[in-house]
């Protein structure tokens, strides 16, 4: 009750960018938590409870999306920057996750990283190992493609039945993204005394590496969590029933559009590149 209460949908709109501190403080709790009270499955742990802190705002947020969306639909007037907040305030959100895991994972002790994070690299280890199976093959790009459009599906379905449920799947890619960077910086760490200086030197680069196809990806994916979201609160409140609904509905397609178009461009650039 008191990590999702420290900010209001309402301040989520005015200034989205509050979110990355909020993700930091959100993944943060849940990556100690999870350490001293599941040290077990530290990594899986830390995702749930990291989600558990962040759904409850994002729901409200959502729920206050579809009605705004409707309300701007009986006005007449575009919905879409209406829309961009709350893509904002997902992007933001993710940043801060992955900012949080990366400080972690590079600045707790060798066996404790280990611990926090053995999920996530036992991921990243199956990824590498996919991915240089299948380096040369032809069918690398409709891999990729598949990959991202299932992810893209499961973003929408856990809003559409959990109402905020795709911020678990942002939170689990967020902690690999996160791990991955890490593991980067850090090899760079252990051959400089000077850590901190290291570390900021290559934050950039470090997540810069992902970032030039996943910035197409994130942003689909961001898209298919507001999908899930409005729908959600439509069946809840029983919006469906409304007769501007419909117009409502088309949105949600041109959204869902534009989401498939991103994870496309998204995996043209990763096998590519």
Not at 135 to 162: D, H, Q, W
Not at 226 to 236: P, T
Request: hydrophobic share 55%; with cysteine; charged share 10%.
């Amino acid at each position: 009750m008191v990590l999702e209460s420290l900010i209001t949908p309402r301040e989520v709109r005015k200034n989205s960018w509050y979110l990355f501190f909020l993700g930091i403080i959100f993944s943060s709790s849940g990556i100690i938590l999870s350490i001293f009270v599941f040290p077990g499955n530290a990594g899986i742990f830390s995702v749930f409870l990291t989600t558990l802190a962040a759904a409850p705002l994002f729901i409200l947020l959502l729920q206050e999306e579809e009605l705004l969306s409707i309300r701007l639909i009986e006005k007449k007037q575009p919905i879409f920057k209406n829309n961009i907040d709350i893509i904002s305030a997902f992007f933001f959100l993710f940043l801060g996750f992955t900012i949080s895991c990366i400080l972690w994972f590079c600045f707790l002790p060798e066996g404790t990283f280990n611990l926090a994070f053995n999920e996530q690299l036992n991921e990243i280890s199956s990824i590498q190992s996919i991915a240089t199976g299948n380096i040369a093959s032809p069918g690398l790009f409709e891999t990729v493609l598949k990959n991202n459009l299932r992810v893209l599906f499961f973003c929408m379905l856990f809003s559409l039945i959990y109402g905020a449920g795709a911020v678990l799947i942002l939170a689990w890619n967020a902690s690999v993204l996160g791990t991955a960077v890490g593991l980067f910086i850090r090899e760079k760490m252990a051959s400089d005394s000077s850590m901190v200086a290291v570390f900021l030197s290559n934050l950039p680069f470090g997540l810069g590496q992902y970032m030039f196809h996943g910035a197409f990806e994130l942003t689909a994916y961001f898209i298919g969590s507001l999908i899930g979201g409005i729908l959600s609160a439509s069946i809840v409140r029983k919006s469906f029933t409304n007769r501007n609904f419909f117009k409502l509905f088309k949105n949600i397609i041109f959204l869902l559009l534009i989401s498939i178009a991103l994870i496309f461009i998204a995996a043209i650039i990763e096998v590519n590149l």
